[in-house]
């Protein structure tokens, strides 16, 4: 085992060589077990939805029992996806919004709402009148809104309305895509992909676009504007980033899942002096929290709190073996971590209802008790310093950075001090200094080596003057990998972003926080669009979205919803669907003639770049402002008659 196929992270490569020293298996020896996995899953055709079944599709059996066909099985196993990846999403943002409720209707509790300011930009998005009346009463309005865009039976989202340009909710109503509500679009996935229902590949993806609509401006948008009101806006603040961030001598308390109402709350009480108290009695320097996976992004973009590492390095974290507690609630945790727990002295603790794992302790988390549970997590941590068993391994790999941007304050930073507007930004685009911009998310996925293909993809983007912002587990990636330090940008940039980054003074890799706050990404291209002089929607502007390590159905849901607001997005691996002919050339060809966006599959992280820039670049031919490139074409001859 070369570890270099396997991860390009240096403390990753030494940690995956101690899980092999160790006899340990993690998802690289998982997936090596699993090969070669099954062609017709890959393919997207192969139908487990009735007890006909399961039916693969082949040259010598191209129906189903109930007569299915290729494109029909594979564009119902894809919406299926969506689906699941926006209830993921949506749920998540549900939670945050009862959180919402509670702060708003109980006298006390351990929530507050942190951010006023944007607590009556939000309710004033939402059509609620917020002058002359206090917080409460905005909140209980925006609380009652809010709620209802999940169930509601009538009428359409309103935040898809508050939010995204209206030339692109035009081009959702003429194309039938308007989400409706949240809950809603999820569950008619369901039903439409039942036995018998719709067979119209078409109008399958389009329901999956709709639900996609409905994640990506609904239920994620949700989560983050509720997030920042409760637990403040993220300013840029400085981090800390990889397995290094873990401390042998303090009690290591990791936080790993996706919402924030836990971990927030977890890192508030760390800091109580009882608490760092009882640390130092029990022999401990103090006590440490670290974030993994999207947990990581929300308190990180928040408070600076250290991030250990990102998917792929949830199993190696527990293997430096001075984790005392490694904290879930739901999302994105390997089950494989129940049994690696039992190696160490670690205490693998699952907090929500809907996330129990075999191997794990469970104490409920209940918003209403927060600092209580978390002060009883904390002190479990801290009993459980003097127990550790293997001898404490921490690579001495760390990498510093700035992150906490978001759609409000890139005006600021954009715009420097005296104008705050996406002006700057705008006029950037248009005078080429930068060509445009991508978003790189998503995953790791242990079928490409871990985050070589983020910052390989990256790296090249920025060289080639693309500004990039970042979430989730790519976030983390660009971070360990020095990408979101100013002096980036130096070492990294072509001259025009170059330039743009120095006078600004922000990194070329911009951290935008999780994968819900992709939602940050759909409100900073609509307020780009809203500043003009780059078209007026989405879809002409010279931007383009990736995910080269992919592998959850969550990234699904991101990619269609990008998809469905005009964006070209490249992902790695390909989507489930390439045994079905028709689906495969709609959605990476002609569903642009009907949304605006299309999908691409590319594995070479060079290659998927250059495929961005070319598409950036064709944008900006549309758009006219490749002006400098025109010029070079003149001769003389063209120039005199110019100069007349
Ligand atoms: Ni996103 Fe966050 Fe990471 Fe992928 Fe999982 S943590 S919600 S799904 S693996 S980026």
């Given at each position: 085992?070369?570890?270099?196929?396997?991860?390009?992270?240096?403390?990753a490569q030494?940690?995956?060589?101690?899980?092999?020293?160790?006899?340990?298996?993690?998802a690289?020896?998982r997936?090596?077990a699993?090969s070669?996995q099954?062609?017709?899953?890959?393919?997207?055709?192969?139908?487990?939805?009735?007890?006909?079944?399961?039916?693969?599709?082949?040259?010598?059996?191209?129906?189903?029992?109930?007569?299915?066909?290729?494109?029909t099985?594979?564009?119902?196993?894809?919406?299926?996806?969506?689906?699941?990846?926006?209830?993921?999403?949506?749920?998540?943002?549900?939670d945050?919004?009862?959180?919402?409720?509670?702060?708003?209707?109980s006298?006390?509790?351990?929530?507050?709402?942190?951010?006023?300011?944007?607590l009556?930009?939000?309710?004033?998005?939402?059509?609620i009148?917020?002058?002359?009346?206090d917080?409460?009463?905005i909140?209980?309005?925006l609380s009652d809104?809010?709620?209802?865009e999940?169930?509601?039976?009538?009428?359409?989202?309103?935040s898809?309305?508050?939010?995204?340009?209206?030339?692109?909710?035009?081009?959702?109503?003429?194309f039938?895509?308007?989400?409706?509500?949240?809950?809603?679009?999820?569950v008619?996935?369901?039903?439409?992909?039942?036995?018998?229902?719709?067979?119209d590949?078409?109008?399958?993806v389009?329901?999956?676009?709709r639900?996609?609509?409905?994640?990506?401006?609904?239920?994620?948008?949700?989560?983050?504007?509720l997030s920042?009101?409760?637990?403040?806006?993220?300013?840029?603040?400085?981090?800390s980033?990889n397995?290094?961030?873990?401390?042998?001598?303090q009690v290591?308390?990791?936080?790993h899942?996706?919402?924030?109402t836990?971990?927030?709350?977890i890192v508030?009480?760390?800091?109580?002096?009882?608490?760092?108290?009882?640390?130092?009695?029990n022999?401990?320097?103090g006590?440490?929290?670290?974030?993994?996976?999207?947990t990581?992004?929300e308190?990180l973009?928040?408070?600076?709190?250290?991030?250990?590492?990102?998917?792929?390095?949830?199993?190696?974290a527990m293997?430096?073996?001075?984790?005392?507690?490694?904290?879930?609630?739901?999302?994105?945790?390997?089950?494989?971590?129940?049994?690696?727990?039992?190696?160490?002295?670690?205490?693998l603790?699952?907090?929500?209802?809907?996330?129990?794992?075999?191997?794990?302790?469970h104490i409920?988390?209940?918003?209403?008790?927060?600092?209580?549970?978390?002060r009883?997590?904390?002190?479990?941590?801290?009993?459980?310093?003097?127990?550790?068993?293997?001898?404490a391994?921490i690579?001495?790999?760390?990498?510093?950075g700035?992150?906490g941007?978001?759609?409000?304050?890139?005006?600021?930073?954009?715009g420097?001090?005296?104008?705050a507007s996406?002006?700057?930004?705008?006029?950037?685009?248009?005078?080429?200094?930068i060509?445009?911009?991508?978003?790189?998310?998503?995953?790791?996925?242990p079928?490409?080596?871990?985050?070589?293909?983020?910052?390989?993809?990256?790296?090249?983007?920025?060289?080639?003057n693309?500004l990039?912002?970042?979430?989730?587990c790519?976030?983390?990636?660009?971070?360990?990998?020095?990408?979101?330090?100013?002096?980036a940008?130096?070492?990294?940039?072509?001259k025009?972003?170059?330039?743009?980054?120095?006078?600004v003074?922000?990194?070329?890799?911009?951290?935008?926080?999780?994968?819900?706050?992709?939602?940050?990404?759909?409100?900073?291209l609509?307020?780009?669009?809203?500043?003009?002089?780059?078209?007026?929607?989405?879809?002409?502007?010279?931007?383009?979205?990736?995910?080269p390590?992919w592998?959850?159905?969550?990234a699904?849901?991101?990619?269609?919803?990008?998809?469905?607001?005009g964006?070209?997005?490249?992902?790695?691996?390909?989507l489930?669907?390439?045994?079905?002919?028709?689906?495969?050339?709609?959605?990476?060809d002609?569903?642009?003639?009907?949304?605006?966006?299309?999908?691409?599959?590319?594995?070479?992280?060079?290659?998927?770049?250059?495929?961005?820039?070319?598409?950036?670049?064709?944008?900006?031919?549309?758009?006219?402002?490749?002006?400098?490139?025109?010029?070079k074409?003149?001769d003389?001859?063209?120039?005199?008659?110019?100069?007349?």
């Amino acid at each position: 085992m070369d570890v270099k196929e396997r991860s390009s992270d240096k403390a990753a490569q030494e940690m995956i060589s101690r899980m092999a020293e160790a006899g340990q298996q993690n998802a690289w020896d998982r997936l090596e077990a699993q090969s070669p996995q099954c062609g017709f899953g890959k393919q997207g055709i192969c139908c487990r939805l009735c007890s006909m079944g399961p039916c693969r599709i082949s040259k010598k059996a191209p129906l189903g029992v109930c007569g299915a066909d290729a494109d029909t099985i594979a564009a119902r196993n894809l919406v299926r996806m969506i689906a699941a990846g926006a209830a993921a999403h949506s749920d998540h943002g549900r939670d945050i919004a009862h959180t919402f409720k509670m702060v708003v209707e109980s006298e006390q509790c351990d929530y507050m709402i942190k951010d006023e300011l944007k607590l009556r930009e939000v309710a004033a998005r939402y059509g609620i009148k917020v002058e002359g009346r206090d917080t409460k009463e905005i909140a209980g309005d925006l609380s009652d809104a809010v709620m209802a865009e999940f169930g509601k039976q009538e009428g359409t989202l309103v935040s898809a309305a508050a939010y995204a340009p209206p030339a692109r909710q035009k081009v959702w109503q003429e194309f039938g895509v308007t989400p409706r509500s949240i809950d809603r679009e999820i569950v008619e996935i369901m039903h439409r992909t039942h036995i018998g229902v719709g067979s119209d590949y078409k109008n399958l993806v389009k329901q999956g676009i709709r639900c996609s609509l409905a994640d990506g401006w609904g239920g994620s948008l949700i989560a983050t504007e509720l997030s920042d009101i409760l637990f403040g806006s993220p300013q840029p603040i400085r981090f800390s980033a990889n397995l290094g961030v873990l401390d042998a001598k303090q009690v290591n308390i990791i936080v790993h899942g996706h919402e924030p109402t836990l971990s927030d709350i977890i890192v508030s009480v760390s800091q109580e002096p009882e608490l760092i108290k009882m640390a130092k009695d029990n022999g401990a320097e103090g006590i440490n929290i670290a974030g993994i996976c999207c947990t990581a992004n929300e308190i990180l973009m928040r408070h600076g709190i250290p991030v250990a590492g990102n998917f792929l390095q949830q199993e190696l974290a527990m293997m430096t073996g001075v984790v005392e507690v490694m904290l879930v609630d739901v999302q994105c945790i390997m089950p494989a971590l129940g049994s690696l727990s039992d190696c160490f002295h670690t205490r693998l603790i699952t907090t929500s209802p809907k996330c129990k794992i075999a191997g794990a302790e469970h104490i409920e988390f209940h918003e209403d008790r927060a600092v209580e549970i978390a002060r009883e997590i904390i002190k479990i941590g801290i009993e459980n310093f003097a127990n550790r068993k293997a001898k404490a391994r921490i690579p001495k790999v760390t990498e510093r950075g700035i992150a906490g941007f978001t759609t409000e304050n890139i005006f600021y930073h954009l715009g420097g001090r005296f104008r705050a507007s996406y002006r700057p930004l705008n006029d950037n685009i248009i005078n080429g200094r930068i060509r445009g911009a991508a978003g790189v998310v998503g995953c790791n996925n242990p079928k490409q080596v871990h985050d070589y293909g983020h910052l390989t993809m990256i790296k090249e983007l920025i060289r080639n003057n693309v500004l990039v912002v970042s979430t989730g587990c790519s976030a983390i990636a660009a971070a360990k990998a020095g990408l979101m330090r100013p002096d980036a940008a130096e070492k990294y940039c072509g001259k025009g972003l170059y330039e743009v980054c120095e006078t600004v003074g922000i990194p070329p890799v911009l951290y935008v926080g999780s994968c819900v706050d992709n939602s940050r990404i759909l409100t900073i291209l609509a307020n780009v669009v809203a500043e003009g002089g780059l078209g007026d929607d989405i879809s002409e502007l010279p931007v383009a979205g990736a995910a080269p390590e992919w592998m959850s159905e969550k990234a699904i849901s991101i990619g269609m919803y990008f998809v469905a607001s005009g964006v070209y997005t490249v992902i790695a691996e390909p989507l489930p669907i390439l045994g079905a002919p028709n689906l495969t050339r709609y959605l990476t060809d002609e569903i642009e003639k009907d949304i605006g966006g299309k999908w691409a599959f590319e594995r070479d992280p060079i290659k998927a770049a250059g495929m961005m820039i070319e598409h950036i670049e064709k944008k900006r031919d549309a758009l006219g402002i490749n002006v400098e490139k025109e010029r070079k074409l003149y001769d003389m001859e063209e120039r005199r008659v110019l100069e007349v």
